[in-house]
């Protein structure tokens, strides 16, 4: 699999892009804490949208959706897409009442806001160390995903050292403009990864004949594609509830998206967003997943299935069209891991040190050092994107909700009742990680957020009604 000429120039035009973008944002911040880590709180409908939606599209979309229905088949889409849209309307529950609050009181980390009720550091600093832990190895999912993209152009390179020279890229554009330049670039690279994945839908389906051929040879290749349990009994109705629960409740839980609630101008973008993301997910969604079980009638046969998108644009696509895809893929990851690498870098920083910018800065050089670590020597190949992210990201964080939406919205939670709620809930996750414990057919994560639910319930009322007076308007 070749690179050429061209490619390259495409790459260091968009290596070049972002990083020109990011020094226009540069220019017009300023070393205040708001403005650095929220672009002032001034992000408008369009820009707010975009960049929900790039920090949302990940090596995960590209590379894992087309994976995994290459292996379990068009289960995928229903699982990834229904509760993706469906977590929009946590825009509305959770994020106006983030923003809000956010706005009243000054906070710029999620942990500000949890502690900030209860008046309680030690739970500040217990949510931001979970958030902070539980993300790292979704960062360094993103490099991976780029390492694998680049060793398809470019065979002589390894995926370990094409994962640490897009994560010292990304390093360099965060560190230049903050907050201002990560939305900014979510804008041009979500317009990108867009048109490329339509692109690679389009050509696909006419080299196999239009989107029914392809379909009907997918289907004469291995009927079981399209039902639902899937060729390997994957998409079960406790395996699709699962997903759907967790898309809902964990994703707001990504501190990407949590702090970027904070960065909305107004409720009015806020609700923009909410209507436009699953008009965007419904379709956008379906694309990598029909691609990823194409494959299979196209006669593809790989041993990572996160590659399956990418050889299929390789193998019936012309060279520009597989040079955007390219571009396209990596404009999600990077989407993805820049807002990560800020939002991780903001968490520590002003939980932990104060709100210092250049302290920021320093904590954003370790942070990509540890996602170079976990590249080196903590990524299991054989578990898949998807598979890793399920195990350790998506379950430690949703563990996350029930104390969040508790302290929006329930007055008689407590301090103990969340510090307790969060605990329980991460030591359930880890229990399932290293015992085969029975989680009767659902994902161990489903069980550890249903502890973390009855833990935050029954340690409130035992502890009392708490401080009455934090009561939070629904207008």
Known sequence: ?????????????????????????????????????????????????????????SAFTFLGFAGKAYTDGVGQYGVMALGTSFMAIMFYILGRKIWRIGKEKGYITPGELIGGRYNSKG???????IMSIFTIPYLAIQAIGAGYILQMIFPDIDVKLGAIVVMIIICLYVLFGGMRATGWTDVFQGIIMIVAMIAAFAFIANSLGGTSRATLLAYESNPSLFSRPGPNNFFTPQIWLSFLI??????????????????????????TAMILYPVLISFFFLLPVLIGVWAHGAGIETANPDN??????EKYTPPAVFSLVIIGALAALMSTA?????????????????????????????????????????????AGIMGTLVKTTFSGLVVLFPATFATLYWWKATKWGCIFSIIGGEATVFIYAFYNLPSFGFLPSIIALAISFILLFFVSLIEGEGKKGWRLLWT
């Not at 898309?247 to 973008?269: G, H, L, N, V």
């Not at 399956?308 to 644009?313: C, N, S």
């Open 246 to 271: 967790l898309w809902i409740f964990c994703d707001p839980m990504f501190p990407q998206i949590f702090t970027r609630f904070y960065t909305a101008k107004s409720e009015k973008s806020l609700k």
């Open 338 to 382: 820049d807002s990560q690498l800020l939002a991780v870098s903001t968490l520590l920083t002003c939980d932990f040190l104060g709100k210092k910018v250049g302290r920021s800065k320093i904590i954003t050089v370790m942070l990509t050092i540890f996602a170079v670590a976990f590249v080196i020597f903590g990524y299991n190949p054989k």
């Open 308 to 313: 399956v998108l990418l050889l299929m644009v």
């Open 1 to 57: 699999m070749g690179g050429g000429k061209r490619m390259i120039e495409f790459l260091v035009a968009y290596f070049a892009i972002l990083m020109l973008i990011a020094v226009i944002a540069r220019r017009k911040t300023i070393d205040d804490p708001e403005d650095y880590f929220l672009a002032n709180r001034k992000f408008a409908s369009p820009i707010l949208f975009f960049t929900l939606a790039a920090t949302n599209f």
């Open 123 to 129: 739970l500040q600093l217990l949510f931001t160390t």
